[in-house]
């Protein structure tokens, strides 16, 4: 498995460091199984932290509305931050931008749920 994920939490945000390759496969499962477990723990707000992603496809891309999707029937939400210019690319030609809120910064995303009141 390529994907290694790690999170911690920085004020009342749950933070989630992506590390590797989000493609088809034990990578996806985990970082679905991921999100699963950390809104099962009471999480309500979460950030993927991208900036170590290699690589995304499509199969990826599917993991990624699936947390989404989770995360917002269990109430909570879920950003994302740090984005390779390939990511953002990605997430642009396939019309994903509007569906998640991207921030430049982990600090931005963590910062606009204290903004915002978040979830």
Do not use: C, P
């Amino acid at each position: 498995m390529a994907l290694w994920l790690t999170n911690r939490d920085v004020d009342e945000v749950t933070v989630v460091e992506v590390y590797g390759r989000i493609v088809l496969g034990e990578e996806t499962s985990a970082l679905r199984e991921k999100v699963k477990v950390l809104l099962a723990e009471g999480k309500k707000k979460l950030v993927l932290d991208m900036q170590n992603v290699s690589i995304i496809d499509s199969s990826g891309l599917g993991a990624l509305i699936a947390a989404h999707s989770t995360a917002t029937m269990a109430g909570a939400s879920l950003r994302l931050s740090n984005l390779s210019e390939r990511s953002n690319q990605l997430l642009q030609m396939t019309k994903l931008l509007t569906v998640f809120e991207v921030y430049k910064t982990e600090g931005d995303a963590v910062h606009s749920f204290l903004k915002t009141g978040g979830a």
